[in-house]
C-alpha cells in the first residue's frame, strides 16, 4: 500500500480502509499451490497460501535480524528465548521492534513462544516488564534507561546499536549460556554465506523501467532469502535438539534427562541445563513422543545417519552404540578410581561369513526437505469485484458471484489436477459456509477425501455438525457420505480426548517393587524392553531373597549398568592370539583417554568372565547358524546385564545370579536348530520381526519388495 503514495489523486487513508475491510470478506487459501488475487485499483493484491499446513505465514523480511545483530548475537537472543528469559527490545525504529521480535519468532519454529508476547509497549505500559515470569516486550530506545535501572532480570537488547546488557540482578545471574559449540559453529557459517544485500544481487542483472519487473524481482529475491534463512535457523533448531530422541521411551512417554544432559560436553550443559527445564521444551517433547511429523521431524529424518534410518523401521530407538556412547564421553575424570569394568570387543570386528552381494529388500526411506522451496507451479484465482461501501446487498452478491466463480472453475478443471481442484472445494466450502449453507460446505469439504485429504479442515467441520440445526442434521444423516463424514470427524474428536499427553521425566524407585513394577521401570529407563530378558533380570537381582527388589539395589544396579554400557567402548585385547574360552590369563586394556597400556589379571572376576565369554560365542554361533545377526546384539545386552547384576550385589551369590541371564548359552545345548538344510542354505538375512517389541510378534503376512 506505500505505493498509493505515488498517485497524488488517490486518498490514501479511504484506500487502507477499503483495503482492511474487504480483506475481511476474503478467505484465507489452503496451504498449496493457490494463490488468491484481487484488484483494488491501481494495485492488484496477491494473497499467497502457505507451502503446506506446518509452515507459518511469512510476510515478513527474515533477514532483518542479521542486517541489525552479528551472527553471535542472533544466538545469544535466541538462546535467551530458548532458555525463556524476560526480554526487553530497544529501538528508535517503531516498526523495527515488531519486524524483529517476529522474525525471532519464526526463527523458532516449530518451537513456539508461550508466554507474554508484546512487541510494542508504550510509554503508559512500561510497569508490564516488572513482571515476574517470563516474557518478550519492545520499547523505543528512549525508554532504555527507565527500564534497565527500573526492571529486575532482564535481558536488554538494543536493536539500534547491536548490543545485547542486562539490568540489574536481584540474584547473580550466570552469563548467557553458549548454544552447543558444533550447532553454533554451524549456524555461523551459513549466516555469513547469505547474500543479505538486494543491491548486489542487482549488480548483474540487466537494467529495467518496469515498474512490475522490478516488484517481481525484489520479491523473488525476497522469497529466496527467506527459504535460506528458514532453512538455516530449522537447521539449528535441530542441531541442538536431534539427540533428545535417543533418551526417549515412546512407550511409556519417558525421557531420562539425567541421562541426556551426561551425554553433553561440558561447555553445553549450562545451556541445556536451563532448555530443559522450560515450557517450550516440554512442548517439544509432547510433539516427539507423538511423533509429529513437522518440519523439525522432516529435516531431521533427511539429515540423519542411515543406521537412525534403519532404526526407524522399530517402534522404539534402539539402545545406543557402544561408538555412539563413545563419541559422547568426555571427561576422563568420570573413569578415574572405579571398579574396573568388564568390556567386550568392539562387535563391528566380530564379523559374519561373507555373503554375496545383493540388493537390498529394504528400500531407503524417502525424505522431503523440511522448508520447501516456493514451488514453480503455482495457480491464481481471480475474487470477484467486491463494491465498496459494503451494503448487506452487495456482501450477498459478492458471495454468490464468488460461489459461481468457483463452480465454474471446478466444472472446467481437468479431473487429474487433483490439488488444485481440493483447494477449489475448500474455498467454496468456505464461501457456503458465510453464506449460513452449512450441509453444501460440509459436501465440499467431504470431496477433500477424494482430492487432497491434508488440507481437511478436521475442527472446523466439527464445529459445523455441532451446530447443525436438527432439520438439517436430519437431511445429512440421509446422505450416506455425509453421515459417514460426520461419523468420522466426531469419532475422530472421540480418540483425541482419549490420546495421553503427558512426559515423565526418569526417576529411579522410591519404594519396594514387585515383578510388574520392575518391569516397567526397566522398560521406562531404557536398559532393556524385552519383558523375558526383564524376568530374567528380576530373578538374577532376586537370588535367595523375597521376590520384591528393594531401592537401593534398583540403585545400585541402574549405576552400574550405564557405567558399563558407557564404557564398553575400551578397546580390549587379549595377550594369547585365539579369543577362546579359558585361554585369556591376562588382559591388555587399551583406553582412548590414558597413553598408558594396563595389563588386568582376571584371575578374581575369572568365574565372570567364563560366562560372558561363553555368551558372547554362543549368540556369535546362533547368530551365524539362523544368519540374524541381532543375537549378537542381544548376547552383548545380556553380558552388560551380568556385569551390572555383579556389581550391584556384591555377594557371593553374584556369579550364579548372573548365571540366570546366560540365555544363549542356555539356548544352544537345549533348542536344536530346527531351520532345515536347504533353508538354511538358502538363507542370506532373517528378519526377526520382534525387533524392539516388549512381547514376540507374529508375521501374517510378509511383502517383498526388490
Not at 548475537?73 to 532458555?83: A, D, N
Not at 519464526?106 to 503508559?124: A, D, E, G, K, M
Not at 510433539?287 to 522404539?316: C, G, I, V
Amino acid at each position: 500500500l506505500v505505493q498509493l503514495r505515488s498517485f497524488k489523486d488517490l486518498d490514501v487513508d479511504d484506500h487502507i480502509k477499503e483495503f482492511a475491510a474487504k480483506l475481511f470478506l476474503i478467505p484465507s487459501p489452503p496451504p498449496g499451490p493457490l494463490h488468491l488475487v484481487f484488484n483494488m485499483k491501481p494495485l492488484q493484491i496477491i494473497i499467497p497460501s502457505r507451502e503446506d499446513p506446518d509452515s507459518p505465514v511469512i510476510d515478513l523480511d527474515l533477514h532483518l535480524p542479521l542486517l541489525c545483530f552479528k551472527p553471535e548475537q542472533v544466538l545469544q537472543i535466541m538462546t535467551c528465548i530458548l532458555t525463556e528469559r524476560k526480554m526487553v527490545f530497544f529501538s528508535s525504529d517503531w516498526a523495527l521492534l515488531t519486524l524483529v521480535a517476529e522474525c525471532f519468532m519464526l526463527y523458532l519454529h516449530p518451537l513456539q513462544w508461550q508466554h507474554t508476547f508484546v512487541p510494542l509497549l508504550s510509554r503508559h505500559m512500561l510497569d508490564f516488564v516488572m513482571a515476574p515470569t517470563s516474557f518478550l516486550m519492545g520499547c523505543h530506545a528512549d525508554h532504555f534507561e527507565e527500564v534497565s535501572t527500573e526492571g529486575e532480570d532482564l535481558i536488554l537488547i538494543n536493536i539500534d546499536d547491536g548490543n545485547i546488557s542486562h539490568s540489574k540482578m536481584v540474584e547473580e545471574e550466570p552469563e548467557i549460556p553458549d548454544v552447543p559449540a558444533q550447532a553454533a559453529e554451524t549456524f555461523k557459517k551459513r549466516a555469513e554465506s547469505l547474500q543479505l544485500h538486494y543491491d548486489l544481487e542487482l549488480c548483474h542483472l540487466r537494467t529495467t523501467t518496469d515498474l512490475g519487473e522490478l516488484q517481481m524481482r525484489r520479491r523473488a529475491w525476497q522469497q529466496k532469502l527467506n527459504t535460506e534463512v528458514q532453512q538455516m535457523t530449522l537447521q539449528l533448531i535441530v542441531n541442538i535438539f536431534r539427540e533428545v530422541k535417543d533418551h526417549l521411551n515412546y512407550e511409556h512417554r519417558v525421557f531420562n534427562s539425567e541421562e541426556f544432559l551426561k551425554t553433553r560436553a561440558p561447555g553445553d550443559q549450562p545451556f541445556y541445563g536451563k532448555v530443559l527445564e522450560t515450557y517450550m521444551f516440554h512442548s517439544f517433547l509432547k510433539a516427539r513422543l507423538n511423533r509429529k511429523m513437522d518440519a523439525f521431524a522432516r529435516l531431521e529424518l533427511s539429515t540423519q545417519s542411515e543406521e537412525d534410518r534403519f532404526n526407524l523401521m522399530f517402534r522404539a530407538p534402539r539402545r545406543l552404540t557402544m561408538e555412539k556412547m563413545a563419541s559422547k564421553r568426555f571427561n576422563s575424570q568420570n573413569i578415574i578410581n572405579r571398579r574396573m569394568v568388564i568390556s567386550m570387543p568392539n562387535l563391528q570386528d566380530i564379523k559374519l561369513p561373507e555373503s554375496p552381494t545383493r540388493k537390498s529388500s529394504l528400500r531407503r526411506i524417502e525424505t522431503s526437505i523440511a522448508v520447501k522451496k516456493p514451488s514453480k507451479s503455482v495457480s491464481t484465482f481471480k475474487i470477484p469485484e467486491i463494491h465498496f461501501p459494503l451494503m448487506s446487498h452487495c456482501v450477498h452478491s459478492y458471495y454468490t458471484e464468488f460461489f459461481n466463480h468457483l463452480s465454474k472453475a471446478i466444472n472446467t478443471l481437468a479431473p487429474d489436477n487433483s490439488a488444485l481442484l481440493a483447494r477449489y472445494f475448500y474455498l467454496r466450502g468456505l464461501i457456503s459456509l458465510m453464506q449460513g449453507k452449512l450441509l453444501n460446505a460440509l459436501s465440499d469439504f467431504q470431496n477433500l477425501d477424494k482430492t487432497d485429504l491434508r488440507i481437511f479442515p478436521t475442527e472446523l467441520v466439527r464445529k459445523i455438525v455441532e451446530t447443525l440445526p436438527p432439520s438439517e442434521r436430519f437431511q445429512a444423516d440421509r446422505k450416506p457420505e455425509l453421515k459417514r463424514l460426520i461419523s468420522l470427524v466426531m469419532e475422530q474428536q472421540r480418540e483425541v480426548t482419549k490420546i495421553d499427553d503427558h512426559v515423565k521425566h526418569f526417576e529411579l524407585p522410591k519404594t519396594h517393587m514387585q515383578l510388574h513394577d520392575f518391569v516397567k521401570r526397566i522398560q521406562e529407563s531404557g536398559i532393556v524392553r524385552d519383558t523375558d530378558t526383564i524376568h530374567r533380570l528380576f530373578d538374577a537381582l532376586t537370588v535367595g531373597q523375597q521376590k520384591q527388589i528393594d531401592p537401593e539395589t534398583f540403585r545400585d544396579f541402574y549405576n552400574y549398568w550405564k557405567e558399563t554400557e558407557a564404557e564398553a567402548q575400551e578397546d580390549v585385547k587379549n595377550t594369547t592370539v585365539a579369543f577362546l574360552l579359558l585361554r585369556i590369563p591376562t588382559l591388555r586394556i587399551e583406553t582412548i583417554y590414558k597413553k598408558q597400556v594396563f595389563e588386568a589379571n582376571l584371575k578374581t572376576e575369572c568365574d565372570l568372565w567364563y560366562l560372558i565369554v561363553k555368551e558372547m560365542w554362543a549368540g556369535k554361533k546362533m547368530a551365524d547358524d539362523h544368519k540374524d545377526p541381532q543375537y549378537i546384539q542381544q548376547a552383548l545386552t545380556n553380558v552388560l546385564l551380568m556385569d551390572a547384576v555383579v556389581g550391584a550385589l556384591q555377594s557371593s551369590k553374584a556369579i550364579y545370579a548372573a548365571s540366570k541371564l546366560s540365555y544363549f548359552d542356555r539356548m544352544k545345548s537345549e533348542v536344536p536348530m530346527m531351520i532345515p538344510k536347504t533353508t538354511s542354505e538358502t538363507l542370506k538375512h532373517k528378519i526377526n520381526p520382534s525387533a524392539g517389541e516388549t512381547f514376540p510378534q507374529a508375521i501374517d503376512v510378509l511383502l517383498y519388495t526388490p
